[in-house]
């Protein structure tokens, strides 16, 4: 098993703690500190596993399923534990959600036709931007400024969601056409 690789299984390790550590005590500063450095890591092996599999042309079947497998479970189970705390409104993670579906199935269905839907500038920059997020509502600073923050990074990321969902599917359209 090539490195890639391991940095992913490495990331899908790193989720259970991260929930634990989040959502073991919410109001413990220092559990939502320590599940704040999980999320970072994890998040940063998302970047670095990429980067060592394209720089030596590492990339594998596995890789390609398991690394967007992996981040979203990360960023998922994120959201989903922020619901729980009542820092994000559940609408706005069934819309983040609902989008990681859709682009799923459209990948699917693009992937049995023997197409590849690459990601584009807007699911990158969604991507950023949800991280973002997480990480500052995670830190739950109790300062004005990083409140205002949080609220900022999640609209701007709930915007790009929508504009990447839509991104996407005026690329590839003619994916859902029927094939003869």
């Avoid at 259970?16 to 109001?27: R, Y």
């Avoid at 990429?50 to 594998?60: F, H, P, Q, S």
């Avoid at 969604?126 to 990480?135: A, E, H």
């Amino acid at each position: 098993m090539n490195l890639p690789n391991k940095l992913t299984i490495f990331r899908v390790i790193l989720i259970p703690f991260f929930v634990l550590f989040l959502l073991l005590d919410p109001e413990n500063q220092a559990y939502r500190y320590i599940a704040d450095a999980i999320f970072i890591v994890a998040s940063l092996t998302d970047m670095l596993d990429g980067k060592i599999a394209r720089k030596y042309n590492l990339v594998t079947n596995f890789g390609k399923f398991m690394d967007p497998l992996a981040d979203k479970l990360l960023v998922c189970s994120a959201m989903i534990c922020l619901v729980s705390t009542r820092q994000i409104p559940a609408w706005i993670v069934i819309v983040i959600i609902s989008r990681e579906f859709i682009i799923s199935g459209f990948r699917l269905i693009a992937s049995d036709n023997g197409i590849v839907i690459a990601a584009s500038m807007w699911g990158k920059f969604k991507t950023v931007f949800q991280m973002l997020m997480i990480i500052v509502l995670i830190a739950n600073i109790p300062v004005a400024f990083f409140q205002v923050l949080g609220d900022i990074l999640m609209y701007v990321a709930l915007v790009l969601t929508v504009v990447s969902l839509v991104d996407y599917i005026v690329k590839n359209k003619d994916v859902l056409k029927e094939q003869k």
